[in-house]
T-cell receptor
Framework: DTEVTQTPKHLVMGMTNKKSLKCEQH?????MYWYKQKAKKPPELMFV???????INESVPSRFSPECPNSSLLNLHLHALQPEDSALYLC?????????????????FGSGTQLSVL | QKEVEQDPGPLSVPEGAIVSLNCTYS??????FMWYRQYSRKGPELLMY????GNKEDGRFTAQVDKSSKYISLFIRDSQPSDSATYLC???????????FGDGTTLTVKP
């Protein structure tokens, strides 16, 4: 199984709503990532978890709150978002996060959640 | 100036053509070089991975890295309509987990 599964595929929410994005992988990967992608732009890194601990936070606003309940699951909790947060949110995983290992370069992406904030 | 420059295209070729996609970069610390393919409304899919300089071939795809020129390429032979997608180059130096992506080149292969 080389899939990263993201739910929901589409989400529309108001600025006062609270919602969560979910991501799951069963490849035994120990690094999991959240990216944000605007139309016709490359993915932008938001968060990286390594062995279920937050390893990288790219100065993301606190209205985005990541959570890694176990090695297979990654959540992104959303609260009080702005219309400019509308984007495709991508989850990815890699084998691990070792600096000098080639294994962590091979990112496996999910299909994403297309989020619209009204 | 961006660390990674990639011509966004769009690039349109006839079926069967050889396609050349390129990226240049400025950070000499980059060691790991990747090419991803992204179909519309899907996540990127890793196509090719290369460490340091050299060539790598996988079926119709060839990746080349020239670190002396800070230039990487992806060649697609016998292009097919199913190759129509956005191609993203990505690279990383010593910062584990932080790949820098190019803006992507949109390719259309016409039957």
């Amino acid at each position: 199984d080389t899939e990263v599964t993201q739910t929901p595929k589409h989400l529309v929410m108001g600025m006062t709503n609270k919602k969560s994005l979910k991501c799951e992988q069963h490849m035994g990967h120990r690094a999991m990532y959240w990216y944000k992608q605007k139309a016709k732009k490359p993915p932008e890194l938001m968060f990286v978890y390594s062995y279920e601990k937050l390893s990288i936070n790219e100065s993301v606003p606190s209205r985005f709150s990541p959570e890694c309940p176990n090695s297979s699951l990654l959540n992104l909790h959303l609260h009080a978002l702005q219309p400019e947060d509308s984007a495709l949110y991508l989850c990815a995983s890699s084998q691990d996060l070792q600096t000098d290992s080639s294994s962590n370069e091979k990112l496996f992406f999910g299909s994403g959640t297309q989020l619209s904030v009204l | 100036q961006k660390e990674v420059e990639q011509d966004p295209g769009p690039l349109s070729v006839p079926e069967g053509a050889i396609v050349s996609l390129n990226c240049t970069y400025s950070n000499s610390a980059f060691q790991y070089f990747m090419w991803y393919r992204q179909y519309s409304r899907k996540g990127p899919e890793l196509l090719m991975y290369t460490y340091s300089s050299g060539n790598k071939e996988d079926g119709r795809f060839t990746a080349q890295v020239d670190k002396s020129s800070k230039y990487i390429s992806l060649f697609i032979r016998d292009s097919q309509p199913s190759d129509s997608a956005t191609y993203l180059c990505a690279m990383r130096g010593t910062n584990a987990g932080k790949s820098t992506f190019g803006d992507g080149t949109t390719l259309t292969v016409k039957p």
